[in-house]
């Protein structure tokens, strides 16, 4: 019994080792491993974004609530990304000045993501991580777990610090603008050698080996930065939370002096 007792902090530190260990391989080897393997075989495909047929089945959103109640104006729900077994859809809203869309993508999850072209580049903040771009035309950056307000200011807040004028969007032509957006993406990535076309409408790129590496490379820099990126989401919306609760205090009787300070 007390060489058991003596062996049981080392079979311990086993499986921990173990456990640290096999969780290291999943992530740093068997991730990138199958992301470059689906990076090589999938296609890249054009978006045409048909109306959704069943549009009125669609559910409410809070996050399209929220962008309504925020001025946006609804333009509709759209097909997206529909070339697998599971089918996808998009709405869509834009910004009383024209400049931030929204595109709010359902059907696989949910992601949204607000977009703002320049004339160089598409500046997009969204609420989670996709694929990570390889053409130099999109600046993503991710808050993830934010709310729709905070994720709109920090948009804001990119956009203020872009040298550039931002381009407004028409209600009329927005679909237009992002087909022609990933139009000029799949020119780009053949434009580098990084993929080629697929057929002969250039609907539909696939990658090559350099194109998935980058692919593997840029991904797993989303994967290692995402705890950061969720803890400053967290940051801001308690920030934001903070405020509109100071707001709220300071326009009732209560007295002043009674207020503690935010937590840090």
């Given at each position: 019994m007390h060489l058991l007792a003596l062996s049981l902090p080392t079979v311990m530190l086993w499986i921990m080792g173990m456990l640290i260990g096999g969780l290291f391989f999943l992530i740093f080897v068997l991730f990138p491993i199958l992301m470059f393997i689906a990076a090589l075989i999938e296609p890249g495909r054009l978006d045409t974004f048909p109306p959704l047929e069943d549009a009125l089945r669609v559910k409410p959103n809070p996050i399209l609530d929220a962008a309504l109640a925020a001025g946006f104006s609804f333009i509709g729900h759209y097909r997206y990304n529909n070339h697998g077994p599971l089918?996808?859809?998009?709405?869509?809203?834009?910004?009383?000045?024209?400049?931030?869309?929204?595109?709010?993508?359902?059907?696989?999850?949910?992601?949204?993501?607000?977009?703002?072209?320049?004339?160089?580049h598409w500046v997009l903040t969204a609420s989670s991580s996709g694929s990570p771009d390889l053409t130099g035309l999109e600046s993503i950056d991710t808050l993830p777990d934010a709310t729709f307000p905070v994720?709109?200011?920090?948009?804001?807040?990119?956009?203020?610090?872009?040298?550039?004028?931002?381009?407004?969007?028409?209600?009329?032509?927005?679909?237009?603008?992002?087909?022609?957006?990933d139009q000029e993406k799949m020119e780009a990535i053949v434009r580098r050698r990084l993929g080629r076309y697929?057929?002969?409408e250039r609907t539909a790129i696939r990658l090559n080996v350099s194109g998935a590496i980058q692919m593997v490379?840029?991904?797993?820099?989303?994967?290692?930065?995402?705890?950061?990126?969720?803890?400053?989401?967290?940051?801001?919306?308690?920030?934001?939370?903070?405020?509109?609760?100071?707001?709220?205090?300071?326009?009732?009787?209560?007295?002043?002096?009674?207020?503690?300070?935010?937590?840090?």
């Open positions: 089918k996808a859809f998009c709405t869509a809203a834009l910004s009383p000045d024209g400049i931030v869309l929204l595109q709010l993508r359902r059907g696989r999850g949910e992601r949204h993501v607000l977009m703002t072209r320049f004339p160089t994720l709109l200011q920090y948009h804001n807040s990119r956009l203020h610090a872009a040298p550039a004028k931002a381009i407004a969007f028409d209600l009329s032509t927005v679909l237009p603008a992002l087909v022609q957006h697929i057929n002969a490379v840029k991904g797993m820099a989303q994967v290692i930065s995402s705890a950061r990126r969720i803890h400053l989401a967290n940051q801001k919306n308690d920030q934001m939370a903070w405020g509109v609760k100071t707001a709220d205090r300071s326009s009732s009787p209560t007295d002043h002096n009674s207020l503690q300070a935010p937590p840090h």
